[in-house]
C-alpha cells in the first residue's frame, strides 16, 4: 500500500540523512521526498511517499519516532486528508501545437508559463492522478522536453494539523 508520512524534522545539518537512511537500511524505496521549512525556524516538515504492508510501514514510524531529530510523525494515509504535486512540463511544439497546449491548459486549469509558439512550459496543481493524465495529454500535443513534479505534499482535512498533532501526541522515542 502507498503511504504518505508528514514528519516534524529538527532543521540541523545531518537530520535528514538519517532519517531517509532509516528507509533505505530496512529495503524500502521512497517514491517521493519533499521538504520545506514550518514557521518555526527550527523545525522543517518532510513528506515522504513510500510503499508497503500497512504494518511494516508502522514498524519504520516506530523507528523514526525514535530518532533524536524527529519531532513528530504522521502517517497521512490513515485518515483524510488532501494531497498535491505540482509539475512543470516543456513541449517541443509541432505547427498548431500551440493552440493545442491552451486547451489542454484550460481543460486542467494549468498555467502556461512560456508561450512560444515552438516550445511552451506549463504548470499544474493536482492530484496525483490528474498530474500523470496531464503529462501523457501533454505528450500528446508535441515532444516532452523537459518535466519536473515537486513530490507530493500533504495535511490532513479538519481540525488536526501536524502541529496541534505534537501538542496532543508526543513521541516517546
Known sequence: MRHVISVLLQNEVGALTRMTGLFSSRGYNIDSLNVA????PTVS???????????AIAQVNTQLAKLVDVVNIH????GDHFERELVIVKLKLATGGYAKVLTLARKFGAEVLDDSQVSCTVQLTGRLAEIDEFIASAASIGEVSAVARSGSVA????EVTLSSYVRHHRLTG
Not at 516538515?45 to 504494518?55: A, E
Open 75 to 78: 502517517d497521512m494515509t490513515l
Open 45 to 55: 516538515r518532510v513528506t515522504i511517499v513510500i510503499s508497503g504492508s500497512d504494518s
Open 155 to 158: 495535511v490532513s482535512k479538519g
Open 37 to 40: 521549512p514550518t514557521d518555526e
